[in-house]
């Protein structure tokens, strides 16, 4: 899996959008960009992944740059039960690939009232 | 609930006794993960099943580690002569075939005095 890159922490406030950066630059062709979070005394959850388009979903949308060495997770009207560790892991996992996910140490999100 | 159950959620053991974690996946997932996670980290692979199959084992997963599913179903992790440094969250995951995302259970918390 590739290394990916994101700042510790972040803050946002309530209903406002949370944007998170990833910088996956070493990433693979065949290497999709997956974001879990994990909201504290639970499993991680997925909430979204992406190969080359931007997707969007019920819970984020997830935008990754062209030349896909990084990515943006956001969520649109963060809540405060959005506050959570929220990782970003570049893999070729999924699919006909098993896959082992490979977490960093991800961002750990405040969303304030 | 049908998501992935583990059991139990706690436990405290003294050093040199032997545990063993159960994980029930998801029904009709075929692909079972184990990761651990220690505090402030995110979680790392421990090994992988393809129903009743190990098909990768992790370095991390020493001998004193063993983990089986033996019908392809339930499975279990057992850690002998349990050591202060296993102390961590023991988390169990499931996927079907050729999907994206894995799906976490809660985790089992271990905690070696």
């Known amino acids: 899996d590739a290394k990916t890159t994101q700042p510790p922490s972040m803050d946002c406030a309530e209903g406002r959008a949370a944007n998170l950066p990833c910088n996956h630059s070493?990433?693979?062709?065949?290497?999709?960009v997956y974001w879990y979070r994990q909201i504290h005394s639970q499993g991680p959850q997925y909430i979204i992944h992406?190969?080359?388009n931007n997707e969007t979903n019920e819970m984020a949308s997830l935008i990754i740059t062209e030349d896909r060495k990084s990515s943006t997770l956001i969520l649109p009207h963060a809540t405060l039960r959005d506050t959570a560790v929220y990782y970003c892991?570049?893999?070729?996992?999924?699919?006909?690939?098993?896959?082992?996910?490979?977490f960093g140490q991800g961002t750990i999100l405040t969303v304030h009232p | 609930d049908t998501g992935v159950s583990q059991d139990p959620r706690h436990k405290i053991t003294k050093r040199g006794q032997n545990v063993t974690f159960r994980c029930d996946p998801i029904?009709?997932?075929?692909?079972l993960y184990w990761y651990r996670q220690t505090l402030g980290q995110g979680p790392e692979f421990l090994t992988y099943?393809?129903?009743?199959?190990?098909?990768?084992k992790s370095r991390l997963l020493s001998d004193r580690f063993s983990a089986e599913r033996p019908k392809g179903s339930f499975s279990t992790l057992e850690i002998q002569r349990t050591e202060q440094g296993d102390s961590a969250m023991y988390l169990c995951?499931?996927?079907?075939?050729?999907?994206?995302?894995?799906?976490f259970g809660p985790g089992t918390r271990l905690t070696v005095l």
């Open positions: 029904s009709e997932h075929n692909r």
């Open positions: 892991i570049a893999t070729n996992a999924g699919g006909t690939s098993y896959g082992k996910l490979t």
């Open positions: 070493t990433i693979s062709g065949n290497e999709y």
């Open positions: 099943f393809q129903n009743e199959a190990q098909l990768e």
């Open positions: 992406g190969l080359k």
């Open positions: 995951a499931s996927s079907p075939q050729q999907a994206n995302e894995q799906f």
